[in-house]
């Protein structure tokens, strides 16, 4: 009997305890139109679940809610943000009802960030050097551009990635030396960057920067604002990676006010899809946080990603004829492996402290200290008064025989390139070559390494003045330290590699004519830039029934100069010690208008003006030498930008479409290579000041749900960017101080105005269907068309010297065939999708499958540039050396996929 009552108890207790578990359930609606809405996102803060979606008639539901107060948050896209707190003491159920919620088209709730895979691994010679920064989020436009155009090298209004702002609590994480964020220094960490705190896309007003014409990206690393729980995964692509795998682990807000959050991950292949290349990243994050009060909170932040990768080559199209699509010249057989002399090595990792002050209910103020040290580094092959070793060196080629008249040699060589003899780097004999020399090197494996040291303060004051008058000032300091050097990587079995330039006669540090360098040692060039930032950023948004604006406003300084540890023997006077320093003053202005005609149709008109100090790389543009500059072409850009927009948002169909122009006016460009013109044959950099450039076009996108479970989107980019005026060109050259010159030559103009930037296809279309079934699975199918891809043209064949000195006759029409810039064919792809996910009680396991140009189209040039060799009208109408020097592109990656299976609990 005691038994018995023992157990009617326990399972009283039992029952007790399961009818404590509450559910909570309510509708969300839009508050203007009092209409559902569908695909929301609703969480509830402080329990483990994951989030829900509002389905078709707006309703949610969380069950088996445990007692306690958590905070109920719903956002989605153009939704102002919404939050409750909710008490949970025993209620066998809470209906909350209509959950009503304010339409803001500006306020697009983010998804991630994407990068094409093959862009985190890409330097000036990968496979993907023109792939750009994409942005995603449910926004149509935004979420195509990302997913669908963006994977084939689709930039959003063509815009550089340096105009893209990327910031972790508040710190810019962009580079000093180019303007643009290095995205692998958090690579591998999705479940960190799954879902930006903040996300703008181009004009759009930002709450924590004035921001560039390419947007704002704001991480907030609080574990308490990430998914709280644990969530494994493991993906399998044939991209520049073979496999994935990522653990996260996250405690929440526990009772005792502290948040611990850790992740990591490794991508590796032992060779990508192009020959040769191998991946190997790591990541980790981890996050502290401690909830002192209602009012602060501290949150310690430390990230990196120690990555080693090898490279591919930009390829001519008599290389891709002979080798494929794949191919790379970078790599030779040494002891059966494969080993490629190009390998890039990056580890920055980051070290943060963040306060969160919650002063009242409408006033925040956020405070980071950060610092961030690490090295960048990527090897090359090296000689010593020996002949060009690589593959791909124009000698080397086939069509150097054509152009010789030596038909039988043309034959052989094309031989040894089908069967890899010659279409490789030959190892062994670099080795040999030493060993026959039995001193220095002749052949040798070079690092150029960055060195960055960055500390930055930054702190952002939020308030509310009133109901209808939010205000935003920020204020940024950064102090950059970057140390720029060349380091002996590989001897290849010689001993030492020499302190002198065998080709232009000098020593490259006479302060030290003797110095010979070893594995480890500093060689050639080393240097430092010494850099201070500081900016302060005020706006203001004002909110009406008909009308909200913002407007924002910036000043910054910049001052930075350069201090050469060499003392060159070609440049003695302007390479050892302090350069003169540059500092720039600069403003902006930016605003937002939003109409709002009703519940569903809005109108939204953004315009900015500022201005931008050039960087240290375009200051100095060979730095590594010198700090002789363009001393009058050194000025700040000023940039001019708007778009207007149309918005619709109804409840089964959203759409929007744009029209955006930019003007940026006095840029500086450079560039490297070899020029064989009417002068002679010189190694130069090349330098345009003045440059202007012009973007316009459109933007349309629409999202429409047929049915409950199919949705079609549609989007199309149309646009047009241009050089817009004729800008000042320079040379600079060791040849030229040899000659008993000058540093660099003035070449005039630059006859460039009305050419097409190279910025990757400057059109795209997408159309696509997608069925999701409520048994949790779904598939999905999209067309993609690619249009308007343009090679970036050589400089230096539109100025005068050009045709100066030529044994040809020269004719308008004849000029302007030989000048004509080469569009590349216009191509489609098409993807597929598909996926399921389960349910297991808390456990959630999800798998995915996306297969990219499932057609397997190899024919799609992403981007290239013509090469600098066809310096003059004569060498650019010889049809041999057409082929020789034609210019150097990059070719899509094929069919792809990335499959992907996660747990979560």
């Known amino acids: 009997m005691n038994k018995l009552l023992l157990s009617i108890s326990l399972f009283a207790a039992v029952v007790g305890v399961a009818q404590a578990q509450t559910k909570i359930s309510g509708i969300a609606k839009n508050s203007a139109t009092n209409e559902e809405v569908y695909n929301l996102t609703v969480r509830l803060d402080g329990m483990s679940s994951d989030a829900v979606l509002t389905d078709r008639i707006g309703y949610f539901q969380f069950v088996d809610v445990p007692d306690g107060t958590y905070k109920l948050q719903v956002f989605g896209v153009g939704f102002d943000p919404y939050e409750k707190t909710i008490s949970v003491a025993g209620q066998k159920e809470i209906e909350l009802g209509e959950v009503l919620l304010t339409y803001n088209p500006n306020n697009i709730d983010v998804g991630l960030i994407t990068l094409n895979d093959d862009e985190l691994s890409s330097d ?35 815009y550089d990635n340096k105009y893209n702002d990327v910031h972790f609590n ?74 994935r795998v990522m653990a996260t682990y996250n405690t929440g807000l526990m009772d005792n006010g502290w948040a611990i959050m850790f992740s990591g991950s490794r991508r590796w292949a032992e060779e990508g899809l192009v020959e040769g290349t191998f991946h190997d990243s790591w990541g980790y994050f981890l996050g502290v946080e401690k909830r002192i009060n209602k009012n602060h909170t501290l949150n310690f932040t430390t990230f990196g990603a120690p990555n080693r990768r090898s490279t591919g080559s930009a390829n001519t199209q008599e290389m891709v004829d002979m080798k494929g699509i794949y191919y790379n010249s970078f790599w030779g057989w040494q002891d059966g492996e494969k080993r490629n002399e190009r390998v890039r090595e990056t580890y920055e990792p980051v070290y943060q402290l963040s306060h969160h002050w919650n002063i009242n209910e409408k006033s925040k103020l956020l405070t980071t200290v950060s610092y961030q040290t690490g090295r960048e580094q990527g090897s090359r092959l ?60 002749v052949y040798y494996l070079t690092n150029d390494v960055n060195e960055d040291k960055t500390a930055s303060f930054y702190t952002n004051f939020k308030t509310e003045l009133t109901d209808k008058i939010d205000i935003v000032v920020a204020a940024t300091y950064q102090n950059v330290k970057s140390e720029l050097f060349r380091e002996v990587e590989d001897l290849l079995g010689g001993n030492y590699v020499l302190n002198y330039d065998d080709f232009n006669k000098y020593y490259f540090d006479e302060n030290n004519k003797d110095y010979v360098a070893r594995v480890g040692d500093r060689h050639e060039y080393n240097y430092e830039i010494n850099r ?32 050469g540890k060499f003392l060159n023997g070609l440049y003695r006077e302007n390479s050892f010690g302090k350069s003169k320093t540059y500092d720039f003053l600069n403003f902006g202005v930016k605003s937002n208008f939003l109409f709002k005609l009703d519940g569903r149709n809005f109108i939204s008109l953004n315009g900015q003006y500022s201005t931008e100090a050039p960087t240290a790389d375009e200051v100095f543009p060979n730095a590594r030498l010198h700090d002789i500059t363009v001393e009058e072409g050194i000025v700040n850009a000023k940039i001019l930008a708007t778009d207007l927009s149309y918005v619709y948002r109804g409840p089964r169909v959203k759409a929007r479409a ?91 103009t630059a006859y460039l105005k009305d050419y097409k930037l190279q ?3 400057q059109s795209g279309y997408s159309l696509g269907v997608e069925y999701r079934d409520p048994k949790f699975w779904w598939v999905g199918v999209s067309g993609n068309y690619l249009t308007n891809n343009y090679l970036d043209v050589a400089p230096y064949r539109r100025t005068t010297n050009f045709i100066a000195n030529t044994q040809s006759t020269v004719t308008e029409e004849s000029l302007r065939e030989v000048l004509k810039q080469e569009r590349v064919s216009d191509e489609f792809m098409l993807n597929l999708n598909v996926g399921k996910t389960f349910r297991f009680g808390q456990y959630y396991l999800g798998t995915s499958l996306t297969v990219n140009n499932l057609l397997d189209n190899k024919n799609y040039v992403t981007g290239g540039f013509e090469q600098l060799r066809l310096g003059n009208y004569d060498n650019a109408i010889n049809q041999h050396q057409q082929t020789l020097f034609g210019p150097r592109m990059f070719y899509g990656a094929g069919r792809t996929f990335f499959f992907n299976v996660y747990l979560r609990f």
């Open 532 to 563: 201070n930032y500081a900016d302060l950023y005020f706006q203001s948004k004002i909110k009406g029934s008909f009308l909200d604006l913002t407007v924002g406003m910036r000043t910054s300084y910049t001052d930075f100069y350069r201090d």
């Open 382 to 441: 090296d000689w010593y008064n020996a002949p060009n070793a690589t593959p791909n060196y124009y000698r080397n080629l086939p069509s150097w025989y054509l152009y010789n008249n030596d038909q039988e040699g043309y034959e052989r060589q094309r031989e040894n390139w089908i069967n890899g003899s010659a279409s490789q780097l030959n190892w062994n004999s670099l080795y040999q070559a030493n060993l026959n020399v039995n001193k220095h090197s």
């Open 658 to 748: 744009t029209g955006f122009y930019t003007k940026i006016e006095d840029e500086i460009e450079k560039g490297f290579g070899y020029i064989d013109g009417g002068e002679g044959q010189y190694f130069v950099a090349e330098v345009m000041t003045g440059v202007d450039k012009q973007y316009l076009g459109g933007e349309v996108a629409i999202e429409a749900q047929i049915t409950p479970t199919i949705k079609v989107t549609g989007a199309a980019a149309l646009g047009q960017y241009t050089y817009t005026n004729n800008p000042n060109y320079y040379l600079f050259s060791d040849d030229f101080m040899v000659d008993g010159g000058e540093a660099f030559k003035n070449y005039g």
């Open 759 to 761: 910025t990757g296809p």
């Open 124 to 158: 000036e010679s990968s496979t993907s050097s023109s792939a750009g920064l994409l942005q995603s989020s449910r926004d149509v436009f935004a979420r195509v551009a990302a997913f669908e155009l963006g994977s084939y090298w689709f930039k959003p209004r063509g």
């Open 170 to 243: 508040g710190i810019r994480m962009n580079k000093i030396d180019n303007g643009r964020a290095t995205f692998n220094n958090w690579g591998g960490l999705n479940d960190v960057t799954r879902r930006p705190d903040e996300l703008t896309y181009a004009l759009e007003p930002s709450t924590y920067a004035f921001g560039d014409i390419g947007g704002v990206t704001n991480f907030d690393t609080r574990p308490s604002t990430m998914r709280k729980g644990v969530s494994l995964s493991y993906s399998a692509t044939n991209r520049s990676y073979r496999n």
